[in-house]
């Protein structure tokens, strides 16, 4: 596609149902990285994929969050029994080149994630 | 943890006027972006200085940087209502971190 894809954009759990969030990045991009965005703040760092290898989990909250990506094409950002301060924009992103840093990263739309 | 810190929060300007927005970070970087967020959207690079560099030119964007005080600008000029967003530098520290650190953002409201 065009852009980063990302789905569901919104998503309301009850709390304690697991949630999963995809993102479907630029093709061709080595680089993929989840962020976290609470409501009038910037992004916060999750995790980073370099193709199929998670070199970065740094910033995962909890043992409750777990992201994929099995093919280093699409990627899954799991959360287990969702508690109400996992209400965030979860942000995909993207970027030609591999080592992570140093390029313009491509943003998906977000998914908007509720618990209630 | 957030590195950088915009400043001012929020800023609401004229149409026509120029806006300015500071960022401060905390350690040494390999380059700083600005990205732009209209509400409810993804995050669109905006440009890239690199630690090397000190001003850099896009169209209607100057940013500038000064190293040794930490710290980088974000001039509009002539702004339009259509700029109306939040601005967010993130800064690339290298030495094998992989991840940008983004600040907490300035809210622009520019006024037709």
């Known amino acids: 596609g065009a852009g980063v894809s990302q789905s569901p954009r919104y998503k309301v759990a009850k709390r304690g149902q697991d949630v999963a969030l995809r993102c479907d990045p630029i093709?061709?991009?080595?680089?993929l990285f989840w962020y976290q965005q609470a409501l009038g703040q910037g992004p916060e760092f999750l995790t980073y994929f370099q193709n199929e290898a998670q070199l970065d989990k740094s910033g995962l909250p909890s043992d409750r969050f777990f992201a994929e990506r099995p093919e280093g094409s699409v990627s899954t950002l799991k959360i287990q029994r969702t508690q109400q301060e996992d209400s965030a924009v979860y942000l995909c992103?993207?970027?030609?080149?591999?080592?992570?840093?140093?390029?313009?990263?491509?943003f998906g739309e977000g998914s908007r994630l509720t618990v209630l | 943890s957030q590195q950088g810190e915009e400043d001012p929060q929020a800023l609401s300007i004229q149409e026509g006027e120029n806006a300015t927005m500071n960022c401060s970070y905390k350690?040494?970087?390999?380059?700083l972006q600005w990205y732009r967020q209209n509400s409810g959207r993804g995050l669109v690079h905006l440009i890239l200085?690199?630690?090397?560099?000190r001003e850099k030119h896009s169209g209607r964007l100057r940013v500038t940087l000064d190293t040794s005080k930490k710290s980088s600008s974000l001039l509009i000029t002539a702004s339009r209502a259509a700029d109306t967003a939040s601005y967010f530098c993130a800064t690339d520290h290298g030495a094998g971190s992989y991840q940008l650190t983004f600040g907490k953002g300035t809210k622009l409201s520019v006024i037709p």
């Open positions: 093709s061709g991009h080595v680089s």
């Open positions: 200085i690199r630690s090397n560099e």
């Open positions: 350690t040494s970087i390999n380059n």
């Open positions: 992103a993207s970027s030609l080149a591999g080592g992570g840093s140093g390029g313009e990263l491509f």
